[in-house]
């Protein structure tokens, strides 16, 4: 049976969504079972099925979208539950400073107090994959590079600790 990597998302634009289709294809492409839900969709308790959670948001006033962080507030009594799950995030903006990385460290903490074994980067975005949309809607990033390298690595650190 393969391990399973959930990606949750918010996008009120599509652009968050393209990225968390991104994220699933390099989980996959590594050989784990990936299913994408709508933050909406997903209840916390969904949370314990997977060896993996990766969550993706829109950067609001540098940080997670109200829908992202209603969700995570709602993880609250699942405390240790979580622990040794692997956790990853991505975030997108319009703006280059528009405080993508404070969005994703504000994901990761969440996974760190829930004891979760966070995916970094040394080679790629660090925190985890970042968009940009400029002008009229045009994405400046690579998307499918940054997306479905993050899948990749957290399905493989999930392999390697015997998800």
Do not use: W
Request: glycine share 12%.
């Amino acid at each position: 049976m393969s391990a399973k990597v959930l990606i949750v998302y918010d996008s009120s634009h599509g652009l968050v969504e393209d990225m968390a289709r991104q994220v699933a294809s390099g989980v996959r492409a590594a050989g784990l079972t990936a299913v994408v839900e709508n933050v909406e969709a997903c209840a916390p308790e969904d949370l314990l099925k997977y060896e993996a959670l990766i969550l993706g948001s829109p950067c609001y006033f540098a940080g997670p979208s109200a829908p992202m962080k209603r969700f995570l507030d709602r993880t609250y009594d699942l405390r240790g539950r979580l622990e040794g799950k692997v956790g990853a995030a991505f975030s997108a903006s319009d703006h280059i400073g528009g405080g993508n990385e404070l969005t994703v460290r504000a994901l990761l903490d969440a996974m760190l107090v829930h004891g979760m074994i966070i995916q970094g980067d040394p080679v790629g975005d660090p925190f985890g994959a970042i968009a940009l949309r400029e002008g009229e809607g045009e994405v400046v990033t690579d998307l499918d590079g940054e997306c479905q390298r993050l899948g990749r690595r957290v399905a493989q650190l999930v392999q390697r600790i015997g998800g």
